[in-house]
């Protein structure tokens, strides 16, 4: 079936760097994204990863991608408190359909 | 430029009614995508179009309707509201489909249903 799953909590130190994991289960996704979703606002497109590639890089941000084991993850560097946030990986499957994990809470103390 | 476009923000309805919400797109963008937030959860595919035809339908019963207009922003319907309906809308835009172009959201519209 169709899932993508997330831990659902992760706290970290400010300064430290975040790392968020995800699961999918469409093999045959061609995009991979992470959302963050602000209170009371819509989902923001953070980085997105092509299936075809093991790594990205954005600024503080880096995505891999092991698709031998379906694993997705956002490590988030010296992160910041203005980064908390629930973030979202998703995954792209049958040609137009957009499935979202539950969701990670992303808690940054001072 | 701006970004994609959703009114209105809040809404509130009572059993049985029906509603409409609406989308602009990116311009450019010809696909629209609409998904159902409900509190605590991810979101749910709904409905996508692109170039005015409906090109997928998530798992969600026949009183939700959409429709994509000639300048490509788009309504979501949902006629015999239920308490279950209430959640953040979500349009999501895209220069092509969903396989081919990474999506943008809008803020959302948020339904109660009383």
């Known amino acids: 079936g169709e899932d993508v799953e997330q831990s659902l909590f992760l706290s970290v130190r400010e300064g430290d760097s975040s790392v968020i994991n995800c699961t999918y289960t469409d093999s045959s996704s061609t995009y991979l994204y992470w959302y963050k979703q602000e209170p009371g606002a819509g989902l923001q497109l953070l980085t997105y990863?092509?299936?075809?590639?093991d790594m990205k890089q954005d600024q503080r941000l880096t995505v891999l991608l092991n698709k031998k084991d379906k694993h997705l993850s956002l490590r988030i560097a010296d992160t910041q408190t203005g980064d908390s946030a629930i973030y979202f990986c998703a995954e792209t499957t049958g040609g137009f359909k957009t499935i979202f994990g539950a969701g990670t809470r992303l808690f940054v103390k001072a | 430029d701006a970004g994609v476009t959703q009114s209105p923000t809040h809404l509130i309805k009572t059993r049985g009614q029906q509603v409409t919400l609406r989308c602009s797109p990116i311009?450019?963008?010809?696909?629209v995508s609409w998904y159902q937030q409900v509190l605590g959860q991810g979101p749910q595919f709904i409905f996508q179009y692109y170039e005015k035809e409906e090109r997928g339908r998530g798992n969600f019963p026949d009183r939700f309707s959409a429709r994509q207009f000639p300048n490509y922003s788009s309504e979501l319907n949902v006629n015999a509201l239920l308490l279950g309906d209430s959640a953040l809308y979500l349009c999501a835009s895209s220069q092509g489909t969903a396989s081919n172009q990474p999506q943008h959201f809008g803020d959302g519209t948020r339904l109660s249903i009383l």
């Open positions: 311009s450019g963008h010809k696909s």
């Open positions: 990863i092509f299936s075809n590639m």
